[in-house]
């Protein structure tokens, strides 16, 4: 969760049709942004999340991956979904599905105070990361998100606190009217340890007041029936772990 939530963005060329906004607008909007799901999330009674996006990873070496991802969260049930891996987890039990190692593990769920304090250590990431983070550009931009649509990219550069990360711009598109955050590109220095260019995260869908139930059943019950693997993982490779 927290490397989901702490992506961000892209270079600072402007396009034709770009017009600017002062510093002080986009810090408001983006603030705004995220303080939107932050306050939405807190107030859910049902512990509630739902996100689907898509992601791309540009490395500096190598085929560009592009995945999808969906994240649902109710209650104590929790469901994080890429084309090459799934994670489910209850109160009891963590379950990982690794399709390219065609393994599945199972362990004990992490305790229930810590379930309560993911997304809050999560915005506490984000925070922290924010305070090390200079506004460099702030203007509406059209057709990098959307096909003819407008959004207003806001652009981050570390200080030099955090040059060591190998980080060169964080950027945001967001969305003035819903006050949300609709893309996220994180660029790379060349050379870094993480051997990226670019990563970055079109957010189709967010919602802090989700209804969806992550999964039917217990975490265990997606991979497992009669102690065995069944459907599409019946013949993959068991680690259980659990107590």
Known sequence: MKKVYIIVFSLFALHAGVSGQT???????????????RSLRMMSARNAFEMTASMVATPEKGAVVQERM?????????????????????????????????????????SEDRRKDQFAEMMKLQDSL????????????????????????????????????????????????????KKITLEYTPGSAYGMKRYELIIEKMNAQSKTVPFPGDAAGQVMQGGKLKGDVKDYELIDKRN
């Open 130 to 181: 924010q305070e090390h983070l200079l506004l460099r550009e702030c203007a509406r931009e059209f057709g990098t998100v959307l096909p003819g649509v407008g959004f207003t990219k806001v652009v981050f550069v570390p200080t030099k606190k955090l040059e060591g990360l190998g980080l060169r711009s964080i950027a945001y598109w967001i969305d003035a009217t819903a006050v949300e955050v």
């Open 23 to 37: 510093q002080q607008e986009c810090q408001d909007l983006f603030k705004k942004a995220t303080d939107k799901v």
């Open 70 to 110: 969906e994240v649902v969260m109710q209650g104590d049930k929790y469901k994080y979904k890429t084309n090459q891996f799934s994670l489910y987890q209850d109160k009891k039990t963590t379950v990982v599905v690794q399709k390219d190692r065609k393994s599945v593990f199972l362990t004990n769920a992490v």
